[in-house]
């Protein structure tokens, strides 16, 4: 009986050996991806421009390859998916004399998918925002802003962890000097307070004289403990880095 469930993308054996060259003819970085037998993605190596990989693969093992940053899906010789042929598939009905000293590998030329003219607007206007929500500042309809936003590569904020330091560092520093403000505004209207001299011109005779002073040292504590940076001030976040894909060596692995 037949079921309506889709079939899932994944290696099947590891029967005939393949020898393919991966050679990268985009100005972008791809990502090469393998689907093992379980049908998940595991990405091999990050293939610069004008790059080349060589794989010891198997027939019925598909790859396929994505941009590093966008993850658009690119293509190879023609197809989305790309499955080696075994091998020896080439020499067959040659003689023995026709037949090469040693086996060479199968060039795969990985090239951009055909995009339409909106798809190309939005992904040149994308590289050129600073921030994903400068995409509601554009004079667009509203269904291109919310596509522009949530298009990758995303654009926030920080984007490094040194960027996250230096706004760290400039909050501490607010704090602090907010603190100095706090402490300089009081010790100005504790000036103007009594006799209207200053601190210190009148000798602390009375017991209210002395309750009043220590009320005013306890404020003036309480008051630093307030604007005082937290204790963490190297617990910076760092957002973990969102990966599915698993590393592999492969100067070690075949696939």
């Known amino acids: 009986m037949g079921t309506n469930e889709p079939e899932i993308l994944r290696s099947i054996e590891d029967r005939h050996k393949a020898f393919v060259r991966f050679i990268n003819t985009t100005p972008y970085p791809i990502d090469v991806l393998w689907i093992n037998y379980h049908g998940q993605a595991v990405r091999y190596s990050i293939l610069q421009p004008l790059g080349t ?8 093992h598909p790859w396929i390859f994505v941009e590093h940053e966008t993850r658009d899906r690119f293509i190879a010789e023609g197809k989305d998916v790309f499955f080696p042929q075994p091998w020896f598939t080439r020499y067959l009905g040659m003689s023995r004399d026709q037949l090469p000293e040693h086996i060479s590998r199968v060039e795969v030329h990985i090239t951009l998918p055909i995009y339409s003219l909106r798809d ?37 904020a920080i984007h490094s962890t040194e960027s996250k330091k230096k706004v760290n560092t400039y909050r501490v520093n607010k704090r602090k000097e907010k603190g100095r403000r706090t402490l300089a505004l009081l010790l100005k209207n504790w000036s103007r307070s009594s006799c209207g001299i200053g601190p210190g011109c009148c000798p602390v005779t009375d017991s ?3 309750d009043e ?9 309480s008051s630093l403990q307030a604007v005082r940076p ?8 760092h957002e973990p880095k969102l990966d599915y894909f698993q590393h592999v060596d492969a100067n070690k692995t075949n696939a």
């Open 53 to 60: 990989l060589d794989i010891n693969t198997f027939a019925t």
């Open 230 to 237: 937290p204790n963490s001030r190297h617990a910076y976040v």
């Open 120 to 156: 190309i607007s939005l992904r040149a206007i994308k590289r050129l925002l600073r921030h994903d929500l400068h995409a509601f500042s554009l004079d667009i309809p509203k269904s291109l802003q919310c596509e522009l936003a949530s298009m990758l590569p995303r654009k926030v």
């Open 213 to 221: 002073n220590e009320k005013f040292r306890i404020h003036i504590t």
């Open 208 to 210: 209210q004289t002395r």
